[in-house]
C-alpha cells in the first residue's frame, strides 16, 4: 500500500467521457489498497476561453480579476470528476485551491506556492475518499484567487504530494514519459527509466516541456519521487528521483533545445573596465534576461561580446545599446534569430572528463559552428545556426550512445 | 449621495457588449456621488450549460460537488465586470461569496443566507470601490461552495444591500416592475410605483416571478428599500417598501396566479374525528405540501375534501390515498390537474369589507365555478378551471379599478 497524487491534464479530462475513464484508472489504483489523492487541469480549451473572453474585455487585464476569471475551468473539472468518482462507488470529495488553503505569494497568474496544508487532505485519504484537487490555483495573502502560470498543475501534484508526504507523485500526461531528446526529430529517441532531480531541472529548463520546471524545483527540494507516464497507455512511464537512486549515472543522459532565443553581436568595444557592465547594466534595468554570453578579443585590441536574449527581447535590446553606442562606444551591435539552443545534460560528466570534447568533435565533423557555448556542473549548452538543429541533435544522440543502447534494450 | 446596491441578472450580463452595458450604468451612479456594490448571475445560458454537465456525469449529483460545479458562472462574470468597470475608470473589485464571506446553511442547491460580513464591502464602498458580487453562491458551514437556488441572486443582492446598511437594493431586470397583473395575458395591466413588503410577498409566493420570494422576505425582515426596474429602459421602476410610506392603500393591488397546483379529490369520508389527520398525515409524511383545503358534509352524512398539491406530486398523493382506502374508509379518490389558483392582494383589505364578495360576484357573473377558496390577512385565493384563467383575471382586473386607475393616470 502506497500514498499517491496523481494528475491529470487537460486532454485527460476533455471531455465527459474521458473524465470517466480517468475515474476508473483511481478507482483500479485504489483497490490496489493505495491512498488516493488526483489533481486535474481544465478541461482541454477551456482555459484558452477564459482567457480570450478577459482579453476581450481588457487588453491588459487586472491580474486579481484575470485570476478570477481563468481558475474557473479547474473548479468545473474537480467537480465533474469527484461525481464521476461517486458514480463507481469511490468517496471523493473536491478541492479548490482555496479550501485546502494552498498559500501562494501576491504575483497574480504567475504565483509562486508558498504552503500546502496537508492535514485535511491527509485525513479524507487515510479514510479512503479521494480528494480530486483544482491544478494551478490558490490563494493569495489578500485572500483573493492566484493562478501559478503554464503548466502550473505540475506544481500543484508535487506541491500537493509533498504536503501528504505521498510516496509518489504520477503525472499523467499526453506523452509516455522523459526521452533522451525530442523523438519527433530523432528517431532512435528511448523512454528514459528513471533521471534525477537536477537533470530533468536542466531538461526542463532547457526547452524540454515535459514538466514545468517549477514543479521539478519543488520535487528536488522535498525529494518528492515523481512518475511521468501516458494516460493513454498503461505501460510504466519515467521516474525522476533522487540521484542515489541512479546507480549508473550516465555520462549524458539526454538532449534538450530551445528555440526562444536570439543572438545580439556587438563588435568594437574598447577594451577598457567597465564595457561589459556598460552593455548589460541597460538591458538587466529593462528587465531583460541575457543568458548565454561570449567575449574575446580581436586582432585590433577591440573586444566583441555575443550573448543571447529572448526572441521576444530582441528588437528591444539592440535598440536600447544603440541609444548608448557613443556612451559604450562600441562600433556596431546586431542581432541573430535564426539560432537555436542546443544542450546536452548528465550527472556523470561530473566525474567524466571529454563530455564537452565529444560534443565539439561531432559538431564540427558535421560542420557546425558553434557560436557561444554555456556550461553548468551537468550541463553544456551550445548556440547553433537553427537550421542545424535535427542535424546536430540526431549526431550527438548517436555520439553519446544514447540510440545504441536503445537497440541493446530491443535485443 | 446614496449607498446602493444594484443587481443584474443573466440576460443584463449576457455578452461582453452587455456586460460593458452595465459598466456604463454603474459609473453613471458612481458619477451622481453614489456608493455603490453589484451583485451579478452567471451570463444568461451558463448556468444551464453547467447543470447539464453536472446530470450527464450523474443523473442525481452529490449537491456538494453539483454546487462546486454550478456556482462557477458567477465567478466568470464578476471578473469580467470588475475589467469593464477597471476599463472606464471605475475602481472594482470582484468577490466571491466565500471571499465576503457570505454565510449559509448546509443546504447544497437550496441554502439560506445566515450571515453576509458587510464590513471588507462597506470599506471599499466608501472609498469609492465598487466590489462586483458573485449572486446565488455562499460558503457553508464546512467551508464548501452553496447556492441559492433558482432566483438566488435577488436574495444575495437584497442580504448585500441589508449588511451594507444601503439606502436602496435595485433590482434590474427584464421586466418594467411589478405590474397590477401579468401584462402578457391583462392588456390594461399598469406597473405599481410602490409595493409594500408584505403585498410582494403575498404575490411572488402566488406565482409572480419579478422577485424570488426569500429576497422579499429579507427585505422585509431588514428593511430593505428594493426597487424592481428595467436593464433596458431608463425608468423608474416599483419600489418594494414598508406599508408605512404607503399613504393610500388600495383595497387591491395586484392580482396573481398559479398553475403549479393540482386538486385532489376525496369524496365519501366517514363523519368522524380524526377523518382529516387520516387523509393529510400520510401526505405529510411522504413530504407532499398541501395547500388550499376545503371540507364539507354532503347529504348522506359523510364528507368530502378537496386540496390542492404541487403538480408534480398528483399522482403520487393519489396512490398514496388509495393504499389506504379501506382504513380510511373513503369511497373514491381523483385529481384534477386543470385548475389554477388566482390570487387578489392587497394591504387595504384589513379595513376594507366587500373585497371577497367582489371577487365571488365577478366571477360568477362570467359563470366562473370556484372549486376551493382559501385566505389570508391581505390575500384571497381561489382554484377555478384552467380554461378560465385569462378571463377571470381581466375581469377581476377592471372591477378592482386596476385598470381604470392605469386610464386615469395615462389622461
Redesign the interface.
Known amino acids: 500500500m502506497a500514498r499517491l497524487v496523481l494528475k491529470f491534464g487537460g486532454t485527460s479530462v476533455g471531455d465527459?467521457a474521458r473524465?470517466?475513464k480517468v475515474a476508473r484508472l483511481v478507482k483500479s489504483q485504489r483497490d490496489e489498497g493505495h491512498e488516493i489523492a488526483v489533481v486535474v487541469s481544465a478541461m482541454s480549451g477551456e482555459t484558452n476561453k477564459?482567457v480570450a473572453?478577459?482579453r476581450?474585455?481588457?487588453a491588459v487585464?487586472?491580474l486579481?480579476?484575470?485570476d478570477?476569471?481563468i481558475?474557473?475551468g479547474e473548479?468545473?473539472t474537480?467537480?465533474?470528476l469527484?461525481?464521476?468518482l461517486?458514480?463507481i462507488g469511490v468517496a471523493a470529495?473536491?478541492f479548490?485551491g482555496?479550501?485546502i488553503p494552498l498559500r501562494t505569494d501576491a504575483q497574480h497568474s504567475n504565483a509562486w506556492i508558498e504552503e500546502v496544508a496537508g492535514e485535511k487532505l491527509s485525513a479524507l485519504m487515510q479514510k479512503g475518499t479521494v480528494p480530486v484537487i483544482a491544478g494551478f490555483q490558490g490563494i493569495g495573502p489578500d485572500?483573493?484567487?492566484t493562478t501559478l502560470g503554464r503548466g502550473g498543475s505540475d506544481t500543484t501534484a508535487v506541491a500537493v504530494a509533498a504536503a501528504v508526504k505521498a510516496d509518489q507523485c504520477d503525472i499523467y500526461t499526453d506523452v509516455e514519459g522523459v526521452f533522451t531528446t525530442d523523438p519527433r526529430i530523432v528517431e532512435t529517441a528511448r523512454k528514459l527509466d528513471k533521471i534525477s532531480y537536477e537533470e530533468m531541472l536542466e531538461l526542463a529548463s532547457q526547452g524540454a516541456k515535459v514538466l514545468q520546471t517549477r514543479s521539478v524545483e519543488i520535487a528536488m527540494r522535498y525529494r518528492v519521487r515523481v512518475q511521468v507516464l501516458s494516460s493513454f497507455k498503461s505501460e510504466r512511464g519515467t521516474f525522476v528521483v533522487d540521484e542515489g537512486e541512479i546507480m549508473d549515472a550516465k555520462n549524458v543522459s539526454g538532449l534538450a533545445y530551445s528555440k526562444d532565443d536570439a543572438k545580439i553581436q556587438v563588435v568594437g568595444i574598447p577594451h577598457q573596465t567597465g564595457a561589459a557592465a556598460a552593455i548589460f547594466g541597460p538591458l538587466t534595468e529593462a528587465n531583460i534576461n541575457v543568458d548565454m554570453i561570449v567575449q574575446n578579443v580581436g586582432d585590433s585590441g577591440k573586444a566583441n561580446i555575443a550573448f543571447t536574449v529572448p526572441k521576444v527581447d530582441m528588437e528591444r535590446s539592440v535598440k536600447i545599446l544603440r541609444e548608448r553606442q557613443a556612451t559604450i562606444g562600441f562600433s556596431d551591435a546586431s542581432s541573430d534569430p535564426n539560432v537555436v539552443k542546443v544542450s546536452v545534460v548528465g550527472l556523470g560528466m561530473r566525474n567524466h572528463a571529454g563530455v564537452a570534447q565529444t560534443m565539439f568533435q561531432t559538431l564540427s565533423a558535421k560542420g557546425i559552428n558553434i557560436q557561444v557555448i554555456s556550461t553548468s556542473e551537468i550541463k553544456i549548452s551550445v548556440l547553433i545556426a537553427a537550421e542545424y538543429l535535427e542535424l546536430a541533435l540526431r549526431a550527438l544522440h548517436s555520439a553519446y550512445g544514447l540510440d545504441a543502447e536503445a537497440k541493446a534494450a530491443a535485443a
Chains 1, 2 share one sequence.
Open positions: 465527459i473524465i470517466r477564459l473572453m478577459a476581450e474585455m481588457a487585464p487586472n486579481r480579476e484575470y478570477a476569471i481558475s474557473t473548479q468545473v474537480v467537480g465533474l469527484a461525481l464521476a461517486q458514480e470529495q473536491s479548490l482555496w479550501q485572500g483573493s484567487v
